[in-house]
């Protein structure tokens, strides 16, 4: 699985031999395998399918993947109000930001984004309802909007298993908000998501702490039922309230790349999300079922031979969100057998590598890294080379090419 497409790396390191570094690339063959895996399940079980851009964030690629899906991808899901008004600007046409706003400034800029597209808005708390009204009936534009289900699992009494996303558990929860919505003749409840972090964000074979393995996938598995049976909870009451839209417009969103094949076959679902899955940053190994092919790596030139066995290279500290730990350094992938040094990891200005035995490496040689998630990278690098049968072609700006800065 994982090393798949290995056997180009030393063709890629070798032409990557002379230029500007470090550089980030994408191995094209793999991205569109990796669309093809994803887009299956969505496929069998007459589901859609929807982009979320945080896990790419380079426009040239997002829309590869939506040329590409056969009508499958019919829309975008966002990060941000201003990101979203950016791809309303670029001409997307179905775009739903999946979390909540941050202020009645988020609100106005998802009625701009509404005066050029569709792009609704994520909802799970009467403030967010009132900033959304305000701002719809000030500018008379008609917005849509999605309720957040929270999809942690909670087995025992004060035991929750998943993300803290939303408040709304409960059928009566959600009925209680879509009233709120129904009230405001600028709002029009569209959908519900459920998603399911603790089975989509969790790997069966992670390759740190692999004793936390089993427990992980029992996780998984036992608590498949609750999503299915909670999720279609909550729109059967959305239903029976006559709050969902009549008119077959219609959504419920779950999963993630990482579930596409569970989720695929829940009979409320009627559109899966995908994004991490194309790009694979490491953190997206060891999914059982689930064969990706890593595609965004990253190139450092090597600057300095401090001692026998080590080499040291230039930048490299791009290190992922979320809870901090080892998981989240960038793994050396090329040469093979290479890895970080504990005590100094992935650095600010260097990363120092251990070889594998008996190889040597120069000054100006290339090491291969994988990111550990898969749309951080695109914040740090202005443009991605795109590497078909490994060899380097176009290269394509990322948001920070673009100038795209999705927070301010
Ligand atoms: C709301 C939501 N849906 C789906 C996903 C899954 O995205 P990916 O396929 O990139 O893991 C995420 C990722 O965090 C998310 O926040």
């Not at 999503?227 to 909550?234: E, K, P």
């Not at 009451?237 to 006559?242: C, D, E, I, N």
């Not at 989240?328 to 040469?335: A, D, F, I, Q, S």
Request: proline share 6%; with cysteine.
């Amino acid at each position: 699985m994982q090393a798949s497409l290995d056997p180009k790396r030393p063709l890629i390191a070798t032409a990557l031999r002379g230029r500007p570094l470090p550089l980030a690339f994408v191995d094209l063959d793999a991205f569109d395998q990796n669309l093809a895996r994803l887009l299956l399940p969505a496929q069998v079980h007459g589901k859609q399918v929807r982009l979320a851009t945080k896990s790419l964030r380079c426009p040239a690629l997002i829309e590869r993947a939506v040329a590409r899906s056969g009508g499958l991808i019919t829309g975008l899901m966002t990060f941000s109000a201003r990101e979203t008004l950016l791809w309303a600007e670029r001409g997307a046409a179905d775009l739903l930001l999946g979390y909540p706003l941050a202020g009645p400034h988020d609100a106005q800029l998802l009625v701009q984004a509404n005066r050029l597209t569709r792009a609704a808005a994520m909802i799970d708390a009467p403030q967010h309802v009132a900033w959304l009204a305000a701002a719809a009936r000030a500018a008379q534009v008609q917005v849509p909007v999605w309720l957040d289900l929270d999809m942690g699992w909670r087995p025992l009494g004060g035991t929750h298993i998943g993300v803290r996303r939303s408040p709304l558990r409960t059928p009566a929860d959600v009925v209680a908000l879509a009233r709120l919505v129904a009230e405001e003749p600028f709002l029009e409840l569209r959908g519900l998501m459920g998603y399911e972090a603790h089975v989509a964000g969790l790997a069966d074979e992670g390759r740190l702490a692999s004793w936390q393995n089993p427990l992980k996938r029992w996780i998984k598995e036992r608590s498949w039922p609750d999503i299915v049976v909670r999720r279609g909870q909550a729109v059967q009451a959305l239903r029976a309230a006559g709050l969902c839209a009549a008119d077959g417009s219609w959504a419920c969103n779950g999963g993630g790349s990482g579930s596409v094949d569970r989720t695929a076959q829940d009979p409320s679902v009627t559109e899966i999300t995908i994004g991490s899955g194309l790009l694979v940053g490491h953190l997206f190994d060891g999914y059982r079922g689930l064969d990706l092919a890593p595609s965004l790596h990253f190139a450092l030139a090597v600057t300095r031979l401090p001692g026998v066995g080590i080499v040291t290279c230039a930048g490299g500290g791009w290190i992922a969100s979320g809870s901090a730990g080892a998981d989240r350094l960038p793994l050396p992938v090329w040469p093979a057998g290479c890895a970080l040094l504990p005590v100094e990891g992935a650095g600010e200005v260097q990363t120092p590598i251990r070889l594998a035995a008996g190889l040597q490496l120069a000054v100006g040689d290339v090491v291969i890294f994988r990111p550990a998630k898969s749309g951080e990278l695109a914040e740090i690098f202005n443009e991605y080379l795109l590497v078909t049968d490994g060899v380097g072609g176009a290269a394509v700006p990322t948001y920070r090419g673009l100038g795209w800065n999705a927070w301010a």
